[in-house]
């Protein structure tokens, strides 16, 4: 029973401690994206430029569908690798090695979590593929002003296509890669869960502690002054 314990405080601690990371990050990325990875990507897919060389963009856009396709794949194979180690009494595994609850339920629930996370990051980078295509499409059709200077002059001005609309359609798809990609993470320690509550907390701290590092720009001193005195002049302006 008290090794059970273990497995009511570090788990929630430790999912605890990746949500509370996710949040933190979110909200940085709403106020500051200059200082995260993401927003700043986001940023540069707004001001991409496709007029000068439409195949390079189509051939981005194939690349980034084919590492979606990737990610949703290897999910669902994992989902389907998950689903028959339930099946088959995957928790009848050997528990030498495990620390705290070893009943059939807790392996149930373990596997479950897992095949729960590999099942979103497949619908997450479904989406991404979704978005993707619609990209390569739109990416290439005339905007509002070549269209209405052509002979529609009856062409409604709400179903023309503008490089703002794509730049949305582009970066949602990121978006949805991205969190395909977040599910992933989430993974490795519900997987280290199948061998205790200790790893899997210890999992989660190494987890956020890489993800810190991997999601935020680091900024030099010299930067950041030019950064703080470009906001006071626009203050000032």
């Not at 927003?39 to 981005?60: E, F, H």
């Not at 194939?62 to 999910?75: G, Y």
Request: glycine residues 6%; aromatic residues 12%; charged residues 15%.
């Amino acid at each position: 029973m008290e090794k059970q314990i273990l497995d009511f405080v570090l788990v929630p601690v430790g999912l605890l401690a990746m949500v509370i990371y996710h949040i933190w990050l979110l909200i940085l990325i709403v106020h500051r994206p200059t200082r995260t990875v993401v927003g700043i990507n986001a940023m540069n897919r707004r001001l991409w430029d496709t007029s000068k060389n439409g195949l390079l963009a189509v051939q981005t856009l194939r690349n980034n569908i084919m590492a979606s396709t990737l990610l949703a794949s290897t999910a669902i194979m994992l989902s389907s690798l998950i689903a028959v180690l339930m099946t088959n009494g995957g928790s009848n595994n050997p528990n030498a090695v495990v620390y705290g609850n070893k009943s059939e339920l807790g392996f149930s629930i373990k596997f479950f979590s897992i095949l729960v996370c590999f099942l979103v990051t497949f619908l997450l980078n479904v989406q991404s593929i979704r978005y993707y295509s619609h990209a390569s499409i739109l990416i290439n059709v005339p905007n509002c002003k070549k269209i209405m200077a052509s002979s529609f002059d009856d062409y409604n001005n709400d179903c023309c296509v503008t490089p703002e609309y794509v730049g949305r359609t582009v970066n949602r798809g990121s978006y949805f890669w991205s969190l395909g990609l977040r599910a992933f993470y989430f993974s490795f320690p519900l997987f280290l869960w199948i061998f205790g509550p200790i790893p899997m907390f210890l999992g989660c701290l190494v987890m956020v502690f890489l993800l810190y590092f991997l999601d935020l720009t680091f900024k030099s001193e010299e930067e950041g002054h030019c950064h703080r005195r470009k906001e006071d002049e626009e203050a000032a302006c």
